[in-house]
C-alpha cells in the first residue's frame, strides 16, 4: 500500500499523509481506546470506594511501602526501555538486548510483586468475591498487570529478533511502538498507585454521606 | 458477464474459496461484510416477523413468553451489532479507501482479522441456541435480571461472550479506518476536501474506539459477577457485601449512546454523497456538515442518562441531560436544513438511491421529533418503557439507518458490479417499504401513549390496544414483501443488470473516475486532489476544452499484499477463547494459544511474496 505510482519500483520509505508512520498511528489510536479501558475501571474503582460492607478494607492490607518499591521497579522498567530505544536507534545492537533485557526483569519483577501481593492479600482474606473492594481491587490490578504481561511477551520477541540479528537500527520503529505500549501501561499504574494505595489506600468501609 | 467475473474475480486474485477465505483486499472484505450483514437482516427481519405474529391479535399463545424474550433480545442484538454496524463497516470497506485515492487500507490484514472476528462473534452468540435456547434479557441486558440467581443457564453467558468478541471486531475495524483516512489520503485532499461520508466514517471510527471499551469493561464485570461470583452489579444481601446495579446502567449507555451515533453517522454519510449527486449540487454548507458531525460525536458521550430517567437520579443529573440532549438536537437540524438546502434549486433525478435519501431525511425527522419529547423528562417519565420508545427508535433505526443503508446500496452496486440495480424493482422496494413501515410503526406511537409496555408477549382484549396492534402487523409482512422484492432485484441485476459503466450517476466522487469494477490495486496512479468535487472539476474541465476524459489504462500493476489465512486464525482462537468463558478454562487456553500463534504467525509472514518490493505495513 504505498501511494507511489506503480512505476517507480523501489519505493524506500512509504509517503504518508502526515509523514508518520501507519503503526505508529495505529498505537496511539490504539492507546486512546486503552484510556478509556482504564478510565472505566478506575472510575468504577472510585464509585464503590467506601462501599464496603464488610472487611477487609484497603486500611487493613494495603501495604504503601512494599507497592511503592514495585512502583519505583516499574519506573526504573521505563527508563530501561528508553535506553533500549536510544541505543537501537544509534545502531548499538549490544546495548539495545541488554536494555531490552533490562525492561523485561524489571516488568517481571514487578509482576512478581503483584502475585507476591495478591497471595498475601487472599491469606489476609480478601478475595474477588469477598467484598467489593475485593472485586474492584483485583479486577482493576489484575487486568493492569495482564497488560504487563503481554508486554513482557512482546519485549521478549523484540529480544530474541534481536539476538537474530533482525532487529536493526532499519526497523527501530518495531521497538518504538512497544516502547509506546509499555510507557501508557506504566503511566496507568502512576494512576492506579496514586488512587488505590496512596490515596484511597486508608479507607475503612461505608462512610457516611457527608453533611448528613 | 465479462465485468463481473472481474469484481469477484480480479485477475490477480483468486477466485477459489481459499481465495476469499484469506483475501485481504478490501473490496472482497466489504461484500464479505456485507453479505452476511444482509443474511442477518433476514433472521433478524424473521423474528421481528414472529413477534408481530404473536402481538397481531390479544391474549395470543402463538410463541408464548419464553420464546418471544428470546426473540426480541435477539432480534434487537442483531439488528444493532450484526446488521446496522456491519453493513456500514461494508460500506467503509468498500468505499473509504476508493474515495481517499487509496489502494486499500492501512493494514489490510488487520481488515481481514476484523471482518473473521465479527463472522465467529455472531456465530458464538446465535450457537446458545443449541445449547440453552437464545439470550432473553433485552439488547442492553439490564441489571440484575442478568444474574446467576436469575438467568441461571448459559444463555446471558452467550450473549456476553459474542459481545466481547464483536467488540473486538469493531475495534479493530475502527483503528484501521482512523489510520487510512488519516494517513492514506491521495495529494491535494485536505481534510476540508474529504467527501462527507469519508468524514462520517472517521467519526464513527473515533467514537467505536472509544465508547466499545466502556462496555467492554461491564461485560467482563457480568462475566465475572456470573462465573467467579464477584457482586459488581449485585446488591448487598444481609451479612454480605455487594454492588449496584444502577452501574451497569451507566456503563452501559455511556457505550450506548455513543453506539446509536454510530449507527447512524455512516448513514448520513451516504446520504450526503446521494443528495448533491442526484440534484447535481454540490454539498450545501459543507464545512457546517462536517462541524455538526464532530460535535454530535463530542456530545454524544454526555447524554446517556437520558436512558435513566425513570430511575431517579434526582433532579440535578435529569436537568443536566434533559438539556445537553435538547442541545444535541441542534447540529442534528443542522444537517437536515443542509440537506434541504442542497435539494433547493438543484435539479433532483427520482433514482431509486435517492427516493431512499429522501425517505431517509423524511422518516429520521419523525423519528427525531420523538427523540426530542423523550428528552423532556416529565414527558419521558410517560413514555419510558412504552411502545412509544419502540416507535421512536425504529424511525431513527429502520427510518434513519436502513433507508439510509439500502439508499448505498443502490447507489454503490453498479460500482462493483458493473450493473445498475433494476430501477423498476427498486421504486417497487421503496414504495412497498416506506408504507409497510410507516404502518408497522406509526401505530406504536399510539399504543404507547395508551400504555401499551414494550416488551410484553400478549395483552388482554380490554385494553383496546387491538386495532392498532393488528395494523402493525399487517404492516410488517409489507415490509417483509419489500425486503423480497429487494433480494430479488439485486440476484437479477447481478446477471442481467443494466451494464452500468464507470459513472453511471455522473458521480462527484473519485470512486466514479474508476473502472467498474475497480482493478484490485485500485489506482493505476494515486491521483492528485484540487477541490471537493474532484470528478465533477475534472469533467467540466475536460467539457469546457472538449477533450474526453480518458479512461485509466493499464501498463502493469503495482504490487499488493499477498493474501494471508494468519488473520482467520487468529480471529478462530479469539472466539474459542471467549466460547472457553463459558465452558472450560481448557478451551479458553487453547483458544489464546490459537490467538498467539496467529499474531506470531502474521508477524513473521513478509507482507508481500518474495519478489514483490513493495512493503505491506
Ligand atoms: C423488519 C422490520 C421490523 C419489525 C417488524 C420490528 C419489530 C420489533 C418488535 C415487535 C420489537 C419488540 C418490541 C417489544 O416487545 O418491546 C422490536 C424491538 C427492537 N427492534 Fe425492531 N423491528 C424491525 C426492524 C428493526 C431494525 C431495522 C432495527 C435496527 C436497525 C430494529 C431494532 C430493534 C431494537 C433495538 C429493539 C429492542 C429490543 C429490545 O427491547 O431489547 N428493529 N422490533
Ligand atoms: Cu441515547
Not at chain 1, 183 to 204: C, E, K, M, Q, R
Not at chain 2, 15 to 35: A, C, P
Not at chain 2, 46 to 67: F, H, K, V, Y
Not at chain 2, 308 to 334: E, K, Q, R, Y
Request: proline share 6%; with cysteine.
Amino acid at each position: 500500500m504505498s501511494s507511489i505510482p506503480a512505476a517507480s519500483h523501489s519505493a524506500p520509505a512509504e509517503p504518508t499523509t502526515t509523514g508518520l508512520n501507519h503503526r505508529k498511528i495505529l498505537m496511539w489510536a490504539f492507546l486512546a481506546s486503552e484510556c478509556m479501558f482504564f478510565t472505566t475501571l478506575i472510575s468504577t474503582y472510585m464509585i464503590y470506594r467506601h462501599r464496603s460492607l464488610i472487611g477487609p478494607f484497603p486500611e487493613d492490607i494495603i501495604d504503601i511501602p512494599v507497592t511503592s518499591v514495585s512502583t519505583f521497579v516499574l519506573l526504573m522498567s521505563s527508563l530501561a526501555m528508553v535506553l533500549a530505544l536510544s541505543a537501537l536507534q544509534r545502531g548499538d545492537i549490544k546495548r539495545t538486548k541488554i536494555w531490552i533485557l533490562a525492561t523485561v526483569g524489571f516488568g517481571t519483577t514487578f509482576l512478581l510483586f503483584q502475585v507476591f501481593e495478591f497471595n498475601q492479600f487472599y491469606h489476609e482474606g480478601l478475595s474477588p468475591r469477598t467484598n467489593i473492594f475485593g472485586s474492584t481491587f483485583f479486577t482493576l490490578t489484575g487486568t493492569h498487570g495482564a497488560h504487563v504481561t503481554i508486554g513482557v511477551i512482546w519485549l521478549l520477541s523484540l529480544f530474541f529478533a534481536a539476538v537474530k540479528g533482525k532487529l536493526k537500527k532499519e526497523n527501530a520503529l518495531n521497538l518504538e511502538i512497544a516502547g509506546l505500549y509499555w510507557h501508557f501501561v506504566d503511566i496507568v499504574w502512576i494512576v492506579i498507585f496514586t488512587l488505590v494505595y496512596l490515596i484511597a489506600g486508608n479507607d475503612s468501609g461505608v462512610v457516611p454521606p457527608a453533611g448528613g | 458477464m465479462a465485468a463481473i467475473t472481474q469484481t469477484l474475480r480480479p485477475a490477480t486474485e483468486s477466485n477459489t474459496i481459499w481465495g476469499w477465505i484469506t483475501t485481504i483486499d478490501h473490496k472482497r472484505i466489504g461484500v464479505l461484510y456485507g453479505m452476511t450483514s444482509i443474511f442477518y437482516f433476514l433472521v433478524g427481519g424473521i423474528e421481528a416477523l414472529l413477534l408481530r405474529m404473536q402481538l397481531a391479535s390479544p391474549n395470543s399463545t402463538l410463541i408464548g413468553a419464553d420464546t418471544y424474550n428470546q426473540l426480541f433480545t435477539m432480534h434487537g442484538t442483531t439488528m444493532i451489532f450484526l446488521v446496522v454496524m456491519p453493513a456500514s463497516v461494508a460500506f467503509f470497506n468498500l468505499i473509504i479507501p476508493l474515495q481517499i485515492g487509496a489502494r486499500d487500507v492501512a493494514f489490510p490484514r488487520l481488515n481481514a482479522f476484523s471482518y473473521w472476528v465479527f463472522l465467529f462473534g455472531g456465530i458464538l452468540m446465535y450457537s446458545s441456541f443449541f445449547v440453552d435456547g437464545l439470550p432473553d434479557v433485552g439488547w442492553f441486558g439490564y441489571s440484575n435480571l442478568t444474574a446467576y440467581t436469575f438467568s441461571g443457564n448459559h444463555r446471558v453467558d452467550f450473549w456476553v461472550a459474542g459481545l466481547l468478541v464483536l467488540g473486538v471486531s469493531s475495534v479493530a475495524g475502527a483503528l484501521n479506518f482512523i489510520v487510512t483516512i488519516v494517513n492514506l489520503r491521495a495529494p491535494g485532499m485536505r481534510l476540508m476536501r474529504m467527501p462527507l461520508f469519508t468524514w462520517t466514517t472517521l467519526v464513527t471510527s473515533t467514537l467505536m474506539v472509544l465508547a466499545f471499551p466502556v462496555i467492554t469493561v461491564a461485560l467482563v464485570f457480568l462475566l465475572f459477577d456470573r462465573q467467579f461470583g464477584t457482586n459488581f452489579f449485585i446488591p448487598a444481601v444481609a451479612g454480605g457485601d455487594g454492588g449496584d446495579p444502577i452501574l451497569w446502567q451507566h456503563l452501559f449507555w455511556i457505550f450506548g449512546h455513543p453506539e446509536v451515533y454510530i449507527l447512524i453517522l455512516p448513514a448520513m454519510g451516504i446520504v450526503s454523497e446521494v443528495i448533491p449527486v442526484f440534484s447535481r449540487k454540490p454539498l450545501f454548507g459543507y464545512p457546517f456538515m462536517v462541524y455538526a458531525v464532530i460535535s454530535i460525536a463530542f456530545m454524544g458521550f454526555g447524554v446517556w442518562s437520558h436512558h435513566m430517567f425513570t430511575v431517579g437520579l434526582g433532579p440535578i443529573a435529569d436537568s443536566f441531560f434533559a438539556i445537553s440532549t435538547l442541545l444535541i438536537a441542534v447540529p442534528t437540524g443542522i444537517k437536515i436544513f443542509n440537506w434541504l438546502g442542497t435539494l433547493w434549486g438543484g435539479s433532483i433525478r427520482f433514482t431509486t438511491p435517492m427516493m431512499m435519501a429522501l425517505g431517509f431525511i423524511t422518516m429520521f425527522i419523525i423519528g427525531g421529533l420523538s427523540g426530542v419529547l423523550h428528552a423532556v423528562v416529565p414527558a419521558d417519565t410517560q413514555q419510558s418503557d412504552t411502545y412509544f420508545i419502540v416507535a421512536h427508535f425504529h424511525y431513527v433505526l429502520f427510518g434513519g439507518s436502513m433507508f439510509a443503508l439500502f439508499s448505498g446500496i443502490y447507489y454503490w452496486y453498479p460500482k462493483f458490479t458493473n450493473r445498475l440495480l433494476g430501477e423498476g424493482l427498486g421504486k417497487l422496494h421503496f414504495w412497498l417499504m416506506i408504507i409497510g413501515f410507516n404502518l408497522t410503526f406509526f401505530p406504536m406511537h399510539f399504543l404507547g401513549l395508551q400504555g401499551m409496555p414494550r416488551r410484553i408477549y400478549t395483552y388482554g382484549s380490554n385494553m383496546g390496544w387491538d386495532f392498532w396492534n393488528m395494523v402493525s402487523s399487517i404492516g410488517s409482512v409489507i415490509i417483509a414483501v419489500s425486503t423480497l422484492v429487494f433480494l430479488v432485484n439485486l440476484f437479477r441485476s447481478f446477471k442481467s443488470g443494466k451494464v452500468a459503466g464507470n459513472d453511471p450517476w455522473d458521480g462527484a466522487t473519485l470512486e466514479w473516475t474508476m473502472s467498474s469494477p475497480p482493478p484490485h490495486y485500485n489506482f493505476e496512479t494515486i491521483p492528485t486532489v484540487y477541490s471537493r468535487d474532484p470528478f465533477w472539476e475534472e469533467k467540466e474541465k475536460a467539457d469546457a476544452a472538449g477533450t474526453p476524459i480518458k479512461a485509466p489504462v493499464s501498463h502493469g500493476h503495482p504490487h499488493m499484499p499477498s493474501p494471508s489465512f494468519f488473520p482467520l486464525i487468529a480471529a478462530l482462537g479469539l472466539s474459542l477463547a471467549a466460547a472457553g468463558t463459558i465452558f472450560s478454562n481448557v478451551l479458553l487456553a487453547f483458544g489464546i494459544l490459537v490467538v498467539l500463534i496467529g499474531v506470531y504467525g502474521w508477524s513473521f509472514e513478509p507482507a508481500t511474496k518474495p519478489g514483490a518490493e513493495h512493503s505491506g505495513h
